[in-house]
């Protein structure tokens, strides 16, 4: 009964101090029903029921206004937009010499191998 009592604070004061930390880095524009300070006294003073009414009542979901999503460079239309005709010869030179070194390669593979020295 004695490991389940310490396995349980150890989890509650984990439980703290991760609730704690969130309210202190918490950017103070998703934060609700009161200010940052007293979150962070709420959370310390009640430690477990501190926490769970943070994560429930007072750390908003999202930030103000629309969350941008991060979008890759390769589905971006703006990225894609930027891309000058620079970058394009770029590529087609770049196609251009992969298709002369996989000429070459075949090349060298159709010659026959020198025979071997006995």
């Not at 101090?17 to 940052?36: F, G, N, Q, S």
């Not at 750390?59 to 969350?67: D, E, L, T, V, Y």
């Not at 005709?85 to 992969?98: F, G, K, M, P, T």
Request: hydrophobic letters at 50%; zero cysteines.
């Amino acid at each position: 009964m004695a490991r389940v009592i310490v396995v349980l604070v150890v989890v509650a004061v984990a439980f703290t101090i991760y609730t704690l930390v969130d309210v202190l880095l918490t950017d103070r524009r998703r934060i609700r029903a009161m200010p940052k300070a007293a979150w962070a006294v709420l959370v310390v003073v009640l430690p477990v029921l501190g926490g769970i009414l943070w994560l429930i009542v007072g750390k908003a979901r999202r930030g103000p206004g629309r969350m941008s999503r991060t979008v890759a460079p390769d589905d971006d239309p703006a990225f894609l937009g930027t891309l000058g005709r620079d970058e394009v010869a770029r590529r087609a030179e770049q196609d251009e010499r992969l298709r002369r070194l996989e000429q070459e390669l075949a090349d060298l593979d159709d010659d026959n191998p020198p025979p071997a020295e006995r």
